[in-house]
């Protein structure tokens, strides 16, 4: 699975992005995809999830309320709408795919198998 992610920039605070990341290469709909952001000298963290079967999604308590994930399987595209952005949220984001991920595992970047290259979303205050 290729994957390229899109959408990040520079924004203000309370400023909203949508980024997208397109899949090409397998059965898009067999796919868990997911989320993650690192910030300079830290971890990769999970952001958002979206399971392969029934869209079922997740989030972390930091985006909970403000971020939205989908998928459109028609388009082999996996967005996040990011909402009320704040300067914390500053970050590579990165898209991941992971095949049939069971719902538990889907928080880990160890569950996925292929990733996109990462987008930049600064967030000024």
């Known amino acids: 699975v290729q994957l390229q992610a899109s959408g990040g920039g520079l924004v203000q605070a309370g400023d909203s992005l949508r980024l997208s990341c397109a899949a090409s290469g397998r059965t898009f709909s067999d796919y868990s995809m997911g989320w993650f952001r690192q910030a300079p000298g830290k971890e990769r963290e999970f952001v958002a999830s979206v399971n392969w079967s029934v869209s079922t999604t997740r989030y972390a308590d930091s985006v909970r309320g403000r971020f939205t994930i989908s998928r459109d399987n028609t388009k082999n595209t996996v967005y996040l709408q990011m909402n009320s952005l704040k300067p914390e949220d500053t970050a590579v984001y990165y898209c991941?795919?992971?095949?049939?991920?069971?719902?538990?595992?889907?928080?880990?970047?160890?569950?996925?198998?292929?990733w996109g290259q990462g987008t930049q979303v600064t967030v000024s205050s």
């Open positions: 991941a795919a992971g095949r049939r991920l069971i719902y538990s595992s889907t928080i880990s970047p160890n569950s996925y198998n292929y």
